[in-house]
């Protein structure tokens, strides 16, 4: 991969793939190091433009390198017990903090496709689960919102009120 190329996608996904790593890891140094080495990874020539999306590669890259930075660590934990810290801080906090307070799995999920785009299918490539899992998912972590939020859906506007 060539400089130029190289600069574009840290330029357009480097805050993205650090807010992903910082919510899987709860640590903002750790969110710093996982980028760091997703993008190490690209621009040694990991990544095969024929296999995918650069972001998704960077993404499924920040995903491996957190769980094995568990396990590195000695830290039996999976995915699902992860903690982590509040979402997006330019969120409004109530839905930060709803969307912190989601299980893990849904979180992740309701995170890749709300806020950064991903298809169902590049999320279940990504964590390596079937598509149908990744819908059930969301579903869940949108209805779990839904419910959580509700007491805020006068403010919102939006079709009905509604929140998510």
């Not at 993404?59 to 999976?78: M, Q, S, Y």
């Not at 906090?93 to 590049?122: K, N």
């Amino acid at each position: 991969m060539d400089d130029v190329n190289f600069e574009m996608l840290y330029r357009e996904h480097r805050n993205s793939v650090y807010r992903y790593a910082r919510i899987l890891t709860g640590s903002p140094d750790a969110g710093e190091d996982i980028t760091q080495e997703c993008f190490l990874a690209l621009a040694r020539g990991n990544f095969e433009p024929g296999r995918g999306e650069a972001r998704a590669y960077l993404f499924g890259a920040a995903r491996r390198l957190a769980c094995r930075r568990f396990r590195k660590l000695e830290r039996e934990v999976e995915l699902e017990e992860m903690t982590v810290s509040p979402v997006h801080s330019d969120l409004p906090r109530a839905v930060g903090e709803a969307v912190a307070a989601l299980p893990p799995m849904q979180r992740e999920a309701v995170l890749l496709f709300t806020w950064e785009g991903f298809t169902l299918e590049e999320i279940a490539g990504m964590t390596g689960v079937d598509t149908g899992t990744i819908k059930s998912r969301l579903a869940r972590g949108r209805e779990t919102l839904r419910r959580t939020l509700a007491a805020y859906r006068s403010y919102v506007g939006g079709l009905n009120g509604t929140v998510a």
